[in-house]
């Protein structure tokens, strides 16, 4: 008898609908061994045989994201892990670990799924992140790190370690020192706002991303969904309050809540945290 589709399956499936859509030849149906799965264009599924809930999980959170058209440009996806108060880390920056094991491996998937992953010179100094798939079977995106002022020590494992080729954003007339054969440096102009994020998406456009994710940190993510620039956030939230500390986003005050974003939200358990995935295109009431 076939056993059920499980976690390994569904995310090889994943993976491959990812590469796919991406190569523009993607039919809307997997056929694998005696599976068969029909994906239609927003993400939803049917399978032939039963999924465990797991499984089921996986494709349900992940074939949306994988499905969307990215033949017009890249699609941008954000992820933040917050605290119930809406904290990514303590003010003098320690955020390990604010949200558990299972919401680690969603990350590294996000990471799995993507060409290239954005995060700003705060987090690099501060968590000395790798941002390479390890929890995971997948591929290592380009890591970009976004340092105007090139204040990120070149001590920092990004810069050191050759595990994935990796881009040094920084400002039109600074003199990085280029540390590595694996990093390469880019110099965009800054406007007042800092370096527009358009301007980010155009380069990794032109170098052929067509999955873009930001990881962080807030600052970062804030200046990406200011500039309507992202297509989903996933915003992560521990059952935590650390009552002080860094902000998840930030943006410029509203005086009335009718002003609020309110996208399009699915929402699922990841261990003890919520995962709350936001459609930034589409508004609740769509
Ligand atoms: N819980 C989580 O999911 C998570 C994820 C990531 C990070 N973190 C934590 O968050 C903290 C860092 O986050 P953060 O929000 O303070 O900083 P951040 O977003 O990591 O970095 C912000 C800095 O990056 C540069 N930058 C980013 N976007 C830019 C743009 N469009 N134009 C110009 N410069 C840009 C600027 O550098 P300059 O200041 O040099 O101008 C900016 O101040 C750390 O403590 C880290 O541990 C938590």
């Known amino acids: 008898m076939t056993p059920d589709i499980d976690t390994a399956l569904a995310w090889r499936w994943i993976r491959r609908i990812a590469d ?5 030849r993607f039919t809307g ?4 061994g ?15 045989y039963p999924a465990a809930a797991d499984a089921a999980q996986l494709l349900t959170i992940w074939l949306p994201w994988c499905v969307a058209d990215v033949s017009a440009g890249p699609r941008v996806i954000a992820q933040l892990g917050q605290s119930l108060d809406g904290r990514i880390a303590t003010a003098s920056g320690a955020s390990h670990y604010v949200t558990g094991r299972a919401s680690l491996v969603h990350l590294h998937r996000l990471r799995a799924l993507v060409d290239a992953v954005v995060v700003g010179a705060g987090t690099v100094d501060a968590d000395d992140p790798q941002l390479t798939v390890r929890h995971v079977e ?14 990120v020590p070149p001590s920092r494992r990004v810069f050191r370690e050759p595990a994935a080729p ?23 102009p800054v406007e007042d706002a800092g370096i527009a994020p358009q301007q980010v998406i155009a380069l990794l456009a032109a170098q052929g991303c067509r999955r873009i994710l930001v990881e962080g940190g807030g600052v970062t993510i804030s200046r990406f969904l200011q500039a309507e620039c992202l297509d989903r956030l996933h915003s992560v939230v521990a059952p935590m309050i650390i009552g002080s500390g860094r902000p998840a986003v930030i943006l ?21 945290d919520r995962l709350f995935d936001l459609d930034l295109r589409r508004s609740a009431d769509a």
Do not use: K, M
Request: hydrophobic content about 40%.
């Open 29 to 32: 149906i997997v056929a694998d």
């Open 34 to 48: 005696g599976y068969r799965l029909e994906i239609d264009a927003r993400g939803g599924w049917r399978a032939s």
């Open 138 to 151: 997948g591929r290592n995106p380009l890591r970009v790190v976004l340092d105007p002022q090139a204040r």
């Open 252 to 272: 410029p005050e509203i005086d009335t809540l009718d002003r609020a974003l309110r996208p399009a939200c699915r929402q699922f358990a990841l261990g003890e």
């Open 166 to 188: 990796t881009w040094h954003l920084v400002a039109e007339g600074t003199a990085p020192a280029v540390p590595a054969e694996h990093v390469s440096c880019h110099r965009l």
């Open 20 to 24: 796919e859509v991406g190569e523009n």
